[in-house]
């Protein structure tokens, strides 16, 4: 498995932006986001091809929210402009550790611990 850590949570307005950082060791291949809000289920939020730049995004986030990654840092980004206060949750890295696993997936063998986003209206 692939060992992930997010980074850039945190608060902000309605209106604002934020960028989640998800470092991995060793590489990760396929990657993705997905966030839960308190009292809802597991959402999938958006993924990434190994290469490239193919990406997937659940509609609510479409033209907001933008996944992105480094492959010589090892990182994959999740840019959001625009948030709203139905966005807060906690945001999960995932990623997948088979070689094969390159193609945008909602399905990974490796999670993050999370990160808290809030917005407030």
């Known amino acids: 498995q692939v060992q992930l850590v997010e980074s850039g949570g945190g608060t902000v307005q309605a209106g604002g932006s934020l960028k989640l950082s998800c470092a991995a060791s060793?590489?990760?291949?396929?990657a993705g986001w997905f966030r839960q809000a308190p009292g809802k289920e597991h959402e999938f939020v958006a993924a990434?091809?190994?290469?490239?730049?193919?990406?997937d995004y659940v509609d609510s986030v479409k033209g907001r929210f933008t996944i992105s990654r480094d492959n010589a840092k090892n990182t994959v980004y999740l840019q959001m402009y625009n948030l709203k206060p139905e966005d807060t949750a906690v945001y999960s890295c995932?990623?997948?550790?088979?070689?094969?696993?390159?193609?945008?997936?909602?399905?990974?063998?490796?999670w993050g611990q999370g990160t808290q986003v809030t917005v407030s209206s």
């Open positions: 060793p590489r990760a291949f396929g």
């Open positions: 995932a990623a997948d550790s088979r070689p094969w696993r390159c193609a945008p997936s909602r399905s990974f063998d490796s």
């Open positions: 990434i091809s190994c290469n490239d730049g193919y990406t």
